[in-house]
Structure formats: structure tokens, C-alpha cells
């Protein structure tokens, strides 16, 4: 298995990074909403717009 898309990535939030594959977006936005809740973190102003365009990849 490569690491190469995680060593990319690194530490970035939706607003300066998505996953390559467009079809994963939806799945990535719900995953990452999910931590943010858990842990009641807040998301910046670029990364919220980030995912909600993730989002909008959804189809329900």
C-alpha cells in the first residue's frame, strides 16, 4: 500500500488539501465532520466552504 497521497496531505484541512479521486470527496467530508463533532473542534471559513462543496458531491 503507498503512502504517498498521506505524505502529501500531511497536516492540511479540506481547505488546502481533497482527496485526488473526486468520487471519495463525499465520504472524506462526512469522515472529517464526523472527527470535528466528536471532538467539538470548529472548522476555518475555507475549510468549511471546502467541505461544503464536498459535500455537494453527495448524492444523499
Do not use: H
Not at 20 to 27: A, F, G, R, V
Amino acid at each position: 500500500m503507498s503512502t504517498g497521497g498521506n505524505r502529501r496531505k500531511g497536516d492540511k484541512d479540506p481547505g488546502n488539501w481533497k482527496p485526488p479521486l473526486q468520487s471519495y470527496w463525499c465520504t472524506y467530508s462526512r469522515a472529517w465532520i464526523s472527527v470535528k463533532a466528536a471532538y467539538q473542534l470548529t472548522a476555518n471559513p475555507a475549510e468549511a466552504e471546502a467541505l461544503s462543496r464536498m459535500l455537494d458531491t453527495c448524492d444523499t
